[in-house]
């Protein structure tokens, strides 16, 4: 039986397949855009869209009680070159600051305004791609802690993440650890620089990360939502990797010469410590609690395949 389901930032790279998604299964889908211009899409999509200031919390708040739903789901970040400009990894904190807002300040609203309409539960949107403790194996489950970066440009960002998990898990809701989206829209920038010979290999490049397609991200946050499911799980794909593996693939899937390397002291110079420490001592994440708790099966089991098809 179909749900009445709040995206906040349904028109996002993941927003637009999550919506499209729970359409195809027969709920009814409220999505929030900030941009008017954008309502025409949601409504070909047939989802009743909505603008809505994340930041606002009387926009939040009269957004949820009109729509009325039964699940709140948070994907609002503003990373796109429209809203934050071009990516710069050496000053995260500046790129993602009012992603950062939105994960607490945003968060805060959506649940305040769930609390007050009765809304059950929400699902909302965490990160785990390279981003495990750096002690011990390569790959983390769900029990190990995330790495916060402290004394870098990152550390802000990954602490508002973490401040997500908290009061999301307090509310008895759901946070979806994704790893790093591919998929269309997702890596065109970094497939740009990888062409251009700008998207060095650091050190030795045995830095894990995790990746997920879209498609994938979307059908366990479908999942999560159907199934009212609480706690955290890491959304990736079956093959977490070296940048030494990973790197390489990419380019020559999209037609490019094989990646330069730089030294760890250069790279730190150029591109910071965030940059660094994802090649160099990066942790990737294991996906068997999700499959094993919310049934998730993937499409896109390996960004081997994945980025080929991508970019074929």
Known sequence: MGMRVFVAGGTGVLGRRLVSQLLDRGHQVTATTTSAAKLGQLAQMGADGVVMDGLDAASVGEAVATARPEVIVHQMTAISTAHAGKPDIKHPDRWFARTNRL??????????????????????????????????????????????LEGTAAHVGLKALSRVEDVVLKAGGAVMRYGAFYGPGAIDDQVELVRKR????????????????????????????????????????????????????LAACAGAKRPMRIPVWLARLLAGDQAVVMMTEGRGFSNAKAKRELGWQLRHPSWRQGFKEELA
């Open 103 to 148: 994960r607490t300040e945003g968060t805060d609203h959506l649940l305040a305004a769930a609390e007050a309409t009765g809304v059950p539960h929400v699902v909302a949107q965490g990160y785990a791609s390279w981003n495990g403790i750096r002690e011990g194996g390569w790959v983390k489950s769900e029990q190990d802690p995330l790495d916060l």
């Open 198 to 249: 700008k998207y060095p290999l650091v050190g030795r490049g045995t830095g894990y990360s995790s990746w997920v397609h879209l498609d994938d991200a979307a059908s366990a946050t479908v999942l999560a939502v159907e199934q009212k499911a609480t706690g955290v799980f890491n959304i990736v794909d079956d093959e977490p990797a070296p940048a030494s593996d990973w790197l390489p693939h």
